[in-house]
């Protein structure tokens, strides 16, 4: 009998919220579609709703915005958080980030950036400086979303490493703010900062082509962590600086590890300075190298170097049957 009138209750709250989010798509829809402008009198259907009133109403509601939003740009997209502020749905969202839940503060950061609402900037510093690695990757995205001044101040504060998906979320949403000059991110490229914060500057240095950073990155070829010695060497490739080829030469002498060696030589052949040595560099490397992988690699960036006519077009099935031959 207890389970059946569980049962009965569920089904009764489930039908009644999906009625309920149908009068909000409709009322959505009326409103998006056939008044490009409103103020609170015309939202008074969804106040007749209970949406200010009662959480559950507001929650559904609220779902139903954001189903909106997904799929919303332009003024389409900024009616959305005008409805969401006019209806003052922000206020319960800004005093849970004082929550003493994690999961309510994570609720909030998400919500309050998807609608783009202005918060205190010391709120959003502390949370930056949070210890839970979600809050403070939701706030430093807020941060870069919303704000206009002192957006990359997380950089040098921040003591936790960028996980991936950190790393491109804050790239992304960096070069997403075509209204802001950029600062120089050669700034970050240190070994004061962690490994991630400097990989991400010397990203955002190469997309911007703030080719004076390839100097902050030199002194850092030393480092023991060979993936870390990657990400560099592509970045040197990227921004094609005149001090750079005769380093990356340099290095690949010492080099040990096999995929840094083929960066330096990709990189090598992107690199319009000193092509001379570039070129007499590469052709001595071909000869003395006897690795496959390398040796394509190697013809790839003479070509690069090279003019298509200086070259002669190789047959790379046909070079590696030589080579395994000759290796046995």
């Known amino acids: 009998m207890l389970v059946a009138l569980y049962n009965l209750s569920s089904s009764f709250y489930k039908k009644s919220n999906e009625e309920l989010e149908a009068q909000f798509i409709k009322i959505l829809r009326e409103l998006l579609l056939n008044q490009p402008a409103f103020e609170l009198a015309d939202l ?9 009133r009662k959480r559950r109403i507001r929650e559904i ?89 002192n957006i990359y101040d997380f950089f040098t504060f921040n003591e936790d490493a960028f996980t991936k998906w950190m ?22 490229i240190s070994p004061h900062y962690k490994p991630t ?25 030393t480092t023991p962590d060979a993936a870390f010695r990657f990400e560099m060497i592509n970045n040197l490739g990227k921004l094609n600086y005149p001090a750079s080829p005769p380093i990356l030469m340099e290095l690949y002498d010492r080099e040990e590890d096999m995929r840094c060696k083929r960066e330096i030589i990709k990189s090598l052949g992107y690199m319009t300075y000193q092509t001379v040595q570039v070129r007499d560099f590469l052709e001595k490397t071909l000869e003395n190298e006897s690795g496959i992988n390398l040796r394509k690699a190697i013809i790839i960036a003479l070509k690069r170097a090279k003019s298509e006519s200086t070259i002669p077009s190789v047959n790379f099935p046909a070079l590696e049957k030589q080579l395994q031959k000759h290796n046995q």
Not at 44 to 52: A, E, F, S, T
Not at 68 to 93: H, P, Q, V
């Open 44 to 52: 008074k259907p969804l106040i007749d709703l209970g949406v200010q």
């Open 167 to 188: 790393n491109l979320t804050y790239f992304q949403l960096i070069i997403n703010r075509t209204d802001l000059k950029k600062p120089h991110f050669q700034q970050w």
């Open 61 to 149: 509601f609220i779902e139903s915005l954001t189903q909106y939003s997904c799929f919303l740009d332009g003024d389409a997209a900024e009616n959305i958080t005008k409805i969401y502020r006019l209806l003052g749905l922000e206020k319960y969202k800004i005093k849970e980030l004082s929550s003493i839940y994690d999961s309510n503060i994570i609720h909030a950061l998400d919500e309050l950036t998807r609608f783009k609402v202005p918060i205190k900037r010391e709120v959003m510093v502390r949370l930056q400086k949070s210890r839970n690695s979600m809050i403070q990757e939701l706030a430093n995205s807020y941060t870069l979303t919303i704000y206009r001044d």
């Open 197 to 221: 914060v400097v990989k991400l500057a010397m990203d955002l240095a190469s997309y911007y082509y703030q080719h004076n950073a390839a100097e902050k990155i030199h002194p850092l070829l």
